[in-house]
């Protein structure tokens, strides 16, 4: 009998590394790069200035615990965000708005398989894209089950739909808080910058996804067989599920929220919001959502407590993750690690580079499922290395949301992936022959669109 792979807890992982930064210092020589400030306040290293420091920084092991206090501090301005974010989107949950919205939507295209797979896919994509939904999709798996087997379709195809869409939405990520924004502040750019290029990307990434479910779910629908779930029970929760009417108020509320953030796009554009700005309109969503979806004083409070309360591993994990990076910092090998990654980057040129950005965060996603904590962990080792190779930090910032967002759909690290599985009674190894060869697609069309965006200078 096979023993079950043991991944350990996110942590556990970035203690890890951690331990692995200390013992760094003793190993790889200090160095650093000349650095300068553009006319954007940027700092940037300076190519070909690299030199090796003759006192190394090594670090005792008690350096583990005291970096701790001090990266939450570093990166208290993300985790309060993220923690307001979380309660704020907590609220908008409760009034059972996102809920009709989305049931509405599934019921309205049921009898119509193409709709209701293009439909769904971008409703998940647009949730994550914009409010980086992910675990709040889970109760939508089993609706979804019960729909597609009502027209002969498979739990697969249900799936699809759902994760497809969430994994484009994190990977194209026009606007998502979690890690578009908590990237492009590690990599000092302006938060949402470059909506325009994302956008434009979302079009083909969603006709990719759309193409290779539909597929798939007219060959069951002309031979059940050739389902690669055929011959698994359906989960025993696939009835009809009662989600909330979309009422007057719900929809009122839907209204504000979708307003909200294009007052939020224009407010960081035209007058150079950050993360305070951000997440003060953020508040005031949940005070007025709360209001306007009928919740009481109490009630609102009581949840943006809990939902707040709900995001408080992530603030960990980033704490944790921004450590890593002060140890590599506090030991002067940081330059010295990104001398040597952007070596060999630097070989194959700008475009080249790009797509080796790709690559090294689509592997790192495995170990580091967080979207925050990976943004964490890579981005201050990406963003010099894009100065070095002649790549703008907005390209990194890019490549590391495709590298987040499109593994997330695949790797076995991810419990939002795996929660969903096991609610809809896929085995992984099923799922994982759908997924792969369109996570091989995707990626291919990603690294396409980075090596255009050389191209076309974005930044």
């Given at each position: ?11 556990v ?22 650095t ?28 583990l ?27 908008v ?21 193409a ?36 027209l ?15 994994g ?35 079009g ?10 539909w ?65 003060a ?5 949940a ?5 306007v ?8 409070a ?61 592997v ?32 990194a ?56 965006a ?6």
């Amino acid at each position: 009998m096979m023993q079950k792979f043991y991944i350990p807890h996110t942590l556990v992982l970035l203690f890890g590394l951690m331990v692995v930064a200390v013992a760094s210092t003793w190993v790889i020589p200090a160095g650093s790069f000349e650095t300068t400030e553009t006319a954007e306040g940027r700092t940037v290293v300076v190519p070909g200035t690299y030199e090796r420091a003759d006192d190394a920084g090594r670090l005792g092991p008690t350096a583990l615990f005291t970096v701790v206090p001090r990266a939450f501090g570093d990166t208290q301005g993300i985790i309060f965000f993220v923690l307001i974010v979380g309660g704020a989107l907590a609220v908008v949950r409760a009034t059972g708005a996102i809920d009709a919205g989305l049931a509405r939507l599934i019921d309205r295209f049921g009898n119509y398989p193409a709709l209701l797979i293009f439909g769904g896919m971008f409703a998940f994509a647009l949730a994550s894209a914009t409010i980086g939904m992910a675990e709040e999709y889970i109760p939508f798996a089993i609706i979804l089950v019960t729909l597609c087997l009502a027209l002969k379709l498979d739990a697969i195809v249900a799936i699809g739909i759902l994760v497809v869409g969430y994994g484009i939405g994190y990977g194209i990520a026009v606007a998502n808080p979690f890690t578009l924004i908590v990237a492009q502040e590690v990599a000092e750019l302006e938060p949402t910058s470059g909506f325009g290029y994302r956008l434009a990307l979302a079009g083909p990434f969603l006709a990719v996804g759309f193409h290779h479910v539909w597929r798939y779910a007219r060959r069951v629908q002309a031979d059940p067989a050739a389902s690669l779930v055929h011959d698994q029970e359906p989960p025993a929760g696939a009835l009809k599920q009662d989600f909330p009417p979309l009422s007057r108020r719900r929809v009122a509320v839907l209204a504000i929220t979708g307003l909200t953030l294009v007052f939020m796009i224009i407010g960081i554009q035209q007058a150079g919001w950050f993360l305070i700005e951000l997440g003060a309109i953020f508040l005031a969503l949940a005070l007025v959502v709360g209001l306007v979806g009928g919740l009481s004083a109490d009630t609102l409070a009581q949840t943006f407590t809990k939902g707040a309360a709900e995001l408080t591993g992530t603030a960990l994990l980033i704490g944790f993750a921004r450590a890593i990076g002060l140890l590599l910092e506090d030991g002067e090998i940081l330059h010295t690690i990104v001398q040597g990654v952007a070596t060999p980057l630097g070989v194959v040129g700008a475009e080249g580079a790009a797509a080796g950005m790709l690559v090294i965060q689509s592997v790192l996603n495995f170990f580091i499922p967080s979207g925050s904590g990976q943004a964490l962990v890579t981005m201050p080792l990406m963003a010099p290395i894009s100065d070095l190779v002649g790549v703008s930090r907005q390209v990194a910032v890019l490549a590391f949301q495709m590298g987040d967002g499109l593994m997330n759909m695949i790797v076995p690290t991810n419990p939002v992936l795996m929660g969903i599985l096991g609610l809809a009674g896929i085995p992984y190894d099923r799922w994982f022959r759908f997924i792969g060869p369109l996570i091989l697609k995707l990626l291919v069309l990603s690294a396409l669109a980075l090596i255009g965006a050389v191209w076309i200078g974005y930044a």
